[in-house]
């Protein structure tokens, strides 16, 4: 298994600012995800985050708006910018292990005022 | 593309009950993980169980049992004896081997009420 943290737990920022979210690993891995979970929805994978490489972008979700950094194996960051309240979302990343167990942090509550 | 389907949006049973969330996928993949999460009230996602798809064998885990059945692409998740610490919202998702970059492809969860 793995254990993930992220900080920080929760937020309140006002519209136009930007947040960025640590996502800190126990271990070294090559996958990390970033997802993103609505009020009462189900997850949504913004991002894959490989050291290395550029992070790959699901549809919907663009570089400038979601930056994202993998400076090495075990830490990635996600950064929220010029923020708006339809951002206030949980935001959980995740890390995949060889055995195709993927693991998550505890998450990210943003609300957006 | 992948998808995971759960139709049962709620779901509420008095404590003890045994109760089962559904799950159904579609893949064009024929290796392929699925995936079972608890998300209590708190937050977090607690994962539960993984199976890959050349392993049809049923799992049971305390009173928590998978069945895995590729016939009918589903991995359903069966309670038994129902505890209130049951209640959660539980998803169920899919990554297929070669798309390792994609990440899991979730259902839209299933909300469990557990009465006590």
């Known amino acids: 298994s793995a254990v993930i943290s992220q900080k920080p737990s929760r937020d309140i920022c006002q519209r136009g600012t930007s947040l960025t979210i640590q996502c800190q690993v126990d271990s070294q891995v090559t996958m990390m995800f970033w997802y993103r979970q609505q009020p009462g929805q189900s997850l949504t994978l913004i991002a894959t985050a490989n050291q290395g490489s550029e992070a790959t972008y699901e549809s919907g979700f663009v570089i400038d708006k979601f930056p994202i950094s993998r400076p090495n194996l075990t830490f990635s960051t996600l950064t929220v910018s010029n923020m708006s309240p339809e951002d206030s979302s949980i935001y959980l990343c995740?890390?995949?292990?060889?055995?195709?167990?993927?693991?998550f942090g505890p998450g990210t509550r943003l609300t957006v005022t | 593309a992948q998808k995971v389907t759960q139709a049962q949006t709620e779901i509420s049973v008095v404590e003890k009950e045994d109760v089962t969330l559904d799950c159904v996928y579609e893949?064009?993949?024929?290796?392929?993980?699925l995936f079972w999460y608890k998300q209590p009230p708190s937050g977090e996602l607690v994962f539960l169980i993984r199976r890959n798809s050349f392993d049809e064998q049923n799992e049971i885990s305390g009173r928590y049992s998978w069945n895995f059945q590729k016939s009918t692409s589903s991995f359903n998740f069966t309670i038994t004896a129902s505890q209130v610490v049951d209640s959660a919202v539980y998803f169920c998702a899919l990554i297929e081997s070669g798309g390792g970059a994609d990440g899991l492809t979730f259902g839209k969860g299933t909300h469990l009420i557990i009465q006590p």
């Open positions: 995740s890390v995949l292990l060889d055995s195709y167990e993927q693991y």
């Open positions: 893949t064009r993949d024929t290796t392929y993980y």
